[in-house]
């Protein structure tokens, strides 16, 4: 049996959430803290938290404060940039993307049904894309299964991605194994 | 304490539990004010009748012996216009064709003025909301506890125990042929071909599978959720059905390798994104409807009580005969 593991490359889109927690140093004088956040709500951040450490000092006798927010427009540089113009220091920026993520298992004839194509009716659409594949192939005549992992911006996406993936899949003749329902329904709206 | 005299239509694995069942409860049952009396036991073959009361273990010998239960030629559906009694247990098998000839001795009971109790899946998912008119507007009570998930209590969970909640959906393994065919197939790497020989040599696949593997059995009990316990108007052809005669050891592999197993879920959910499917589901490892050989599984989402899964043995004959049992209990102290 042929077992093949493949990374597919991926791009990281623009508009994909992105949850960033930075580290920065403020001078201790006053006005301090709201130079420092003007940048971020500029650039079109929804601040999460901020923790403005008064009692601390760093060795450089600055204050500490931690900002963590979302973007969702991709403009970190411009806001590390102007950040910087405004004096503020920034000791570390941690970024981490956040996408919805589905794992489908497919059994048929994957590969002769062209296996590009089904992964590019998927990429093409911009909001989602097969981001892992795992293809098991026991024989030339038995049909194949395949693990894949699709991310997309957001939960619609993901079922839009998963919609197209179905058809595709139905035209190819090929069964697609979906996961249960992750979460319960809201209640109590 | 007024006895209810019972007739049990169809004399196969179930209708034999009922009657064992009832050898050994009948003591304690009159112990705690509940009177029952079996005056008729028909099978294909004919019936035999004792308004008196029917010995059931001579019933269970003869049927063993003879390869009928019948005294007389005196069929079903005689039996059913004919003797006298309150209840009848139908345990006819389940045809998904026309639903016959559950169907035809159901609506008989009925227009009777008999309480009927059923495990037949056939006129439940055919014509069920003809089935609950006609109970009705004969004053009688209907009750299928049996027809879904076995032993495992379902509808009077989500009816009786559960009453007030909303029930949002449901999914469940409903089939313990399925269940064990997929589990067997993860746990050993082996293929399906493999694994449904040995389940027909162990007697947990029938040598004419499809009703269970091509998800047949497992739409039929999801109708009838849909219709009893969320008040739709379905039928068995409104059911998407996926069944599991392609799913690949390799599959399962590729699933164990995410922390998933593959089961043979039956969905159901109201509203506006209302669905209505059996399929192959991804379900992760540590998931509550992750139940091994041939248990069945329901997890249902409510509003008030939340999530609430229940777990049993989804066949047998006992197991069968102990949903039934609950059912004939429950309508002997609603009219008594």
């Known amino acids: ?189 | 304490m007024k006895p209810m005299r019972l007739s049990i239509i169809g004399f196969g694995a179930v209708g034999q539990g009922v009657a064992r069942a009832l050898i050994n409860k009948l003591d304690k049952l009159k112990k705690s004010g509940i009177d029952l009396n079996v005056v008729a036991i028909s099978d294909s073959h004919g019936s035999c009748v004792n308004p008196e009361g029917i010995d059931l273990e001579a019933a269970l010998q003869r049927k063993v012996e003879t390869g009928s239960v019948a005294t007389s030629k005196t069929s079903s559906i005689e039996v059913i216009k004919d003797v006298e009694h309150e209840l009848m247990i139908d345990v006819t098998p389940t045809n998904i064709d026309d639903g016959e000839p559950g169907l035809t001795y159901i609506l008989e009971a009925f227009n009777r003025g008999r309480h009927v109790v059923t495990s037949n899946k056939g006129p439940l998912a055919l014509k069920y909301r003809v089935l609950c008119d006609e109970a009705k507007k004969n004053g009688v009570r209907f009750r299928f506890e049996a027809s879904v998930g076995g032993a495992m209590p379902i509808l009077n969970l989500a009816k009786d125990a559960l009453a007030g909640n909303r029930i949002i959906g449901i999914e469940g393994i409903l089939n313990g042929t399925c269940n064990y065919i997929l589990s067997r197939m993860f746990e050993e790497g082996l293929a399906y071909k493999h694994v449904l020989g040995e389940a027909q040599e162990l007697g947990i696949a029938e040598t004419d599978p499809t009703y269970d593997v091509e998800g047949i059995d497992t739409a039929c009990k999801l109708v009838i959720l849909a219709n009893s316990i969320f008040g739709m108007d379905v039928t068995y052809d409104d059911v998407e059905i996926t069944g599991i005669t392609k799913i690949t050891a390799e599959a399962l592999m590729l699933a164990g390798a995410e922390g998933m197993v593959i089961k043979l879920i039956g969905e159901v959910r109201d509203g506006d994104d209302a669905i209505l499917r059996v399929a192959p589901r991804l379900v992760p490892k540590s998931h509550p409807l992750v139940v091994g050989g041939t248990l069945n599984v329901a997890l249902l989402k409510t509003d008030m009580a939340g999530p609430i899964s229940v777990t049993g043995r989804g066949a047998g004959s006992m197991e069968t005969a102990s949903a039934i049992l609950s059912d004939v209990i429950a309508i002997y102290k609603s009219s008594s």
């Open chain 1, 1 to 189: 049996m042929r077992f093949t593991r493949l990374k597919l490359s991926y791009s990281i889109q623009e508009h994909i959430l992105m949850i960033v927690s930075m580290d920065l140093e403020l001078k201790d004088i006053p006005g301090q803290l709201v130079q420092a956040l003007i940048p971020l709500s500029k650039f079109g951040a929804n601040i999460m938290s901020v923790i403005h450490h008064h009692d601390e000092r760093t060795p450089r006798g600055n204050i500490p404060v931690q900002v963590v927010f979302q973007l969702t427009n991709g403009k970190l540089n411009d806001i590390i940039d102007s950040l910087e113009e405004v004096g503020v220091r920034i000791v570390s920026v941690d970024k981490k993307h956040l996408y919805e993520e589905i794992t489908v298992i497919l059994i048929g004839h994957i590969l002769h049904s062209d296996l590009g194509d089904t992964i590019d009716q998927i990429d093409k659409t911009g909001f989602a894309e097969v981001v892992n594949l795992s293809l098991s192939m026991p024989g030339i005549d038995e049909p194949s299964s395949a693990s894949l992992v699709i991310n997309a911006v957001g939960s619609q996406e993901l079922q839009e991605a998963l919609g197209i993936l179905k058809r595709v899949a139905r035209e190819k003749n090929l069964l697609v194994i979906e996961p249960i329902e992750k979460d319960y329904p809201q209640v109590y709206k």
